[in-house]
């Protein structure tokens, strides 16, 4: 029947949360690391119970933490994250250049295959590797020859947020920046191409269509079609059906077009759930109502999926990577907010319930579907 375990990262520590088949009844066992801000939970795919998470602290730095029995125990790997040769600059808010600055791991991502080897996504945006679980870590720069003297950050830092791998072809990785854009490497992360045509920013940029300098909050893929992309972006909702050499705009009937994550249902290739937010200055959902909007169309036609969810008085938000699916049958989706509850729905979003209240801030969701 298969177990779910679902990882929660929050401002103020980790927290690993457990159930059965039936997902009615969750264990919760935490906080990990309580009082750091834990931006990012993952497991290895190839070894379930091997799980990296980024530990932050503005006054102690970064730590990457690994455990291998599941989340019970932790031992802090290396956290020396230095970029290859001299960094150089990128554009900032005034558009000057400003130096290429380490700030934290935004996102972990265990190779499918082995689990000693992780991809990890920084602020600063860059992207790094480490093939020994962790004891060392090393730049892969060509990504930064993607112009990246153009990328500039966005409100909430310059960050390497999202990370797919292409499960036909080790060699094919995704990658989302706010705000730089997306990218694609054909050669397991050793050079870039950025595949962002078709998208229009309307907040201002020199050339609203330029190649980089988009804010792209969060980019989806279904395992069996990895050539079929998702996007949530700084406003509008986008899909591209050639691995990202254009992309065109979903955003139907949607309340609104602004928002952060994205996920596609794991057995159905072309239905997909956003968590439309109001505006870029206002992180709530309009009209204080949380719904989540699913697409059983890949896009366009949307319908709004409330029962369990509060329908008023709701001013929270659903952060970038605080979305995730399970990959049981009915298929499971999972959300956690900045008031700190985690939402599930065991039924593909039709029938919601909070698995948990008052948790810290939420700042990501992952799941595991275990045997």
């Known amino acids: 029947m298969g177990r779910i375990r679902l990882l929660v990262g929050t401002k103020k520590g980790a927290f690993v949360l457990t159930a059965d088949a039936q997902r009615k009844h969750w264990d919760v066992a935490g906080p990990h690391f309580a009082g750091w801000e834990i931006y990012h939970l993952k497991g290895a795919p190839s070894h379930p119970d091997r799980i990296y998470a980024s530990q932050t602290s503005g006054w102690f730095g970064q730590l990457v933490q690994r455990s291998d029995d599941g989340g019970k125990s932790w031992e802090p790997v290396d956290n020396k994250f230095t970029y290859d040769g001299t960094p150089g600059t990128h554009q900032w808010y005034d558009g000057t250049q400003h130096p290429w600055e380490f700030k934290r791991v935004w996102h972990l991502e265990p190779s499918l295959s082995d689990p000693d080897t992780v991809y990890a996504g920084v602020e600063d945006a860059a992207m790094f590797r480490t093939t020994d679980g962790g004891k060392s870590w090393v730049e892969l720069p060509g990504l930064r020859s993607a112009k990246g003297h153009l990328w500039q950050p966005g409100a909430g830092g310059m960050g390497l947020h999202t990370i797919l791998q292409d499960p036909t072809n ?196 992952e799941t595991q579907t275990l045997a």
């Open 170 to 365: 080790p060699q094919r990785l995704f990658i989302a920046i706010s705000a730089a854009g997306a990218f694609r490497s054909e050669d397991a992360g050793q050079s870039w191409t950025p595949i962002n045509s078709g998208l229009e920013s309307k907040y201002p940029l020199p050339d609203p269509i330029a190649e980089v300098g988009h804010c792209v909050h969060r980019i989806a893929m279904h395992r069996s079609r990895p050539g079929v992309l998702f996007m949530q972006k700084h406003w509008d909702v986008l899909r591209s059906d050639d691995a990202g050499g254009s992309w065109r705009e979903i955003s139907g009937n949607l309340p609104s077009d602004f928002g952060f994550p994205i996920v596609v249902h794991a057995n159905e290739p072309e239905t997909i759930y956003v968590v439309p937010i109001k505006s870029d200055s206002e992180h709530y959902p309009p009209e204080g109502k949380l719904r989540v909007y699913r697409s059983r169309s890949g896009g366009n036609e949307w319908e709004p999926l409330t029962r369990g969810l509060p329908q008023e008085n709701c001013y929270v938000n659903v952060l970038r990577g605080a979305m995730s699916v399970d990959g049981l049958d009915p298929c499971g989706i999972y959300f956690g907010t900045t008031g700190g509850q985690v939402y599930g729905s065991a039924d593909g979003g039709d029938n919601w319930a909070a698995i948990v209240r008052d948790l810290p801030a939420v700042l990501s969701v």
